[in-house]
Each structure stands twice: as structure tokens, then as C-alpha cells.
């Protein structure tokens, strides 16, 4: 899979634990942006970035609001503001209504980052309980970018995938350590 430049993630309930079975076996010189959205309490501080960055041994941080997306870096969006990239490859946080009961929504992060990389974007939809993700997943394959859905019979709470496959047929439909193993090939000298 030559030319991916970035890699969106969006999961929901089980989605941590999803997020290090997926991250875990990244090789050392990983060096395509990964931006993630999990469903967080909105009203909590999120220590998410420093539980990956311990667990994973990688860097990863919190997404800042005009922050360029630097290469190897694995971004997650805080809790309360929608994750969005920008057309100069920024990431921005907004605080739009809350969709599909969630803010961050992956909808936002799928849909602006399908707009900004087109066909040279990875989108990965996790295990999760509503529908969020699935229209930004269609969404990142009409824009020639390429799509992975966790097979619903491996996820913890199989209605995230499931909603995205009623609408679009993905690239790959793979178990966790599938999609450990196809993140883990991608071609790094593309970034």
C-alpha cells in the first residue's frame, strides 16, 4: 500500500484496548501521522495520550489547535472539541454541536482528513457502539483514500463496524492483529 501520508483511527467502546493490540507491533521507524478519535467523557480530563505513549513506547499527544501533523507522531483528540486537518496539514479543534451524541465525533476527523490527503489517507473504524465513523469511512473511499473495518465478529461492540459496512464495502475487513500487521507494512518512505 504505497502512499499513505496519514492514518485516521476512530473506535469507541473497547476502543483503548483496541488502539494497543493495533499500535503495538509498529515498527521502530513508523513514520506515517496517526490521528485517533475514541469516544471520551466530555466533562473529565483524558489521560489517553500518556496511557498510549507508556504503553506503546511511541510518541503520542493530545491534538493541539493549529498544530502542524509532524511525521511518526500519534495524535488523539481531547475531550469536548471535534478533531479536524486542515488544508495545510494542521490539525484544528472545534466545538461544534455535539454528533452521534459524541464530541470528539470521528466523522469530523474522517471527513476533513479525506479532504486534505484524498487518496493518500488510511482510515481505520474500531469496535464501538453507534454509528459514528461509518458515513466519514464511505466518505475517505470516495475521496480514492483507502478503508479498514475491524470484522464485527472480533469487536468488543460490534455496531460501529457494522454501520460501516451496511454503507460501503471496505479495502480490508480484518481482525485487530490484522490491521496491526497492514499498519505495520505500510511504505514509511511516502511520508
Do not use: W
Not at 66 to 76: N, Q, S, T
Not at 153 to 162: F, G, K, N, S, T
Amino acid at each position: 500500500m504505497i502512499g499513505v501520508r496519514a492514518i485516521v483511527i476512530g473506535g469507541s467502546a473497547g476502543g483503548v484496548a483496541a488502539l494497543f493490540k493495533v499500535l503495538g507491533g509498529l515498527p521502530a521507524d513508523f513514520a506515517i501521522p496517526i490521528l485517533c478519535v475514541l469516544h471520551l467523557p466530555e466533562h473529565r480530563d483524558s489521560h489517553l495520550a500518556e496511557v498510549l505513549e507508556r504503553k506503546l513506547l511511541r510518541p503520542v499527544r493530545e491534538a493541539r489547535d493549529k498544530e502542524r501533523i509532524a511525521p511518526g507522531m500519534i495524535y488523539v483528540a481531547g475531550p469536548g472539541y471535534h478533531l479536524s486537518v486542515e488544508g495545510d496539514y494542521s490539525l484544528s479543534l472545534s466545538q461544534e454541536e455535539p454528533l452521534h451524541f459524541s464530541r470528539p465525533a470521528i466523522d469530523y476527523l474522517f471527513q476533513s482528513a479525506a479532504d486534505a490527503y484524498g487518496p493518500d489517507l488510511l482510515g481505520v473504524l474500531l469496535t464501538g457502539a453507534n454509528e459514528d465513523g461509518a458515513k466519514g469511512l464511505a466518505y475517505i473511499q470516495q475521496c480514492g483514500g483507502r478503508t479498514v473495518v475491524q470484522d464485527p465478529r472480533d469487536a468488543q461492540v460490534a455496531l460501529m463496524p457494522e454501520a460501516a459496512l451496511a454503507l460501503h464495502q471496505p479495502d480490508h475487513l480484518l481482525s485487530l492483529s490484522g490491521i496491526g500487521q497492514l499498519l505495520a507494512t505500510l511504505e514509511t518512505s511516502a511520508c
